[in-house]
């Protein structure tokens, strides 16, 4: 089954969601995504496999950008196929949390996106969201190889975004606040002088000061750093 998720671009802090019937139109065949939210007015979807393997019954989620048809969130949960209701909430508390991981800083982001004229350079901002999403469930998981791999994906990604439009502030300050992330990661691997993790960090946030020094974000970079 598919969902849709709509905001509205004039009004960030307004969210509309597509109603199952509205979307079940398009729950089969082959339709791409973009032809969907063209039709349901919608710039996200949500998209839902079920498999079954014995007692268990699987679920994976996806957030989809409609327009580039890009993957900006997944999750997974898993439940007994005796447990209908159980496997329901387990679902809803799954898509409840990536919703409020993702797209909200999907929406924070496109409400930004005056920032930039280069479509490339805003999509490969937003991947870099992903990988920074996958780097917390990796982490959780203490999957330590995929969390230092997630992390120099959103990295790679956020210095695309800055090749790509080098007047756009946005990127350089992201690299910047990663330094949570890595210092988690060097902390994970036993890691106890954090300093070059920082001296990194500071780098991209003194850079973003000079880029533009009235940005409020890049002075909140360096004064955190």
Do not use: C
Not at 12 to 39: E, K, M, N, Q, W
Request: no cysteine; charged share 30%; proline share 2%.
């Amino acid at each position: 089954s598919t969902a849709a998720n709509a905001s509205n671009m004039a009004d960030a802090s307004r969210l509309r969601v597509i109603s199952r019937t509205g979307t079940l139109p398009f729950s089969g065949g082959d339709i791409t995504t973009d032809s969907i939210g063209r039709a349901l007015h919608a710039g996200i979807l949500v998209s839902g496999v079920v498999e079954r393997a014995g007692d268990k019954v699987t679920v994976r989620l996806q957030l989809i950008d409609a327009a580039s048809a890009e993957v900006l969130a997944m999750r997974q949960t898993e439940a007994d196929a005796s447990r209908a209701l159980g496997l329901v909430d387990a679902v809803a508390d799954s898509l409840t949390l990536m919703v409020r991981k993702s797209l909200g800083e999907v929406v924070r982001s496109r409400a930004r996106r005056l920032g930039t004229e280069s479509e490339e350079a805003f999509q490969s901002l937003l991947r870099s969201e992903y990988w920074r999403h996958d780097f917390d469930e990796a982490l959780d998981l203490k999957d330590l190889e995929r969390a230092e791999r997630s992390l120099a994906s959103a990295d790679s990604a956020l210095a695309r975004a800055a090749e790509l439009d080098p007047r756009w502030v946005e990127p350089v300050v992201k690299r910047a606040l990663l330094s949570s992330y890595r210092a988690r990661l060097a902390q994970s691997l036993g890691e106890r002088d954090l300093t070059a993790v920082y001296t990194r960090s500071l780098a991209y946030a003194e850079r973003a000061v000079q880029m533009a020094p009235g940005d409020a974000d890049a002075r909140y970079a360096r004064g955190t750093l």
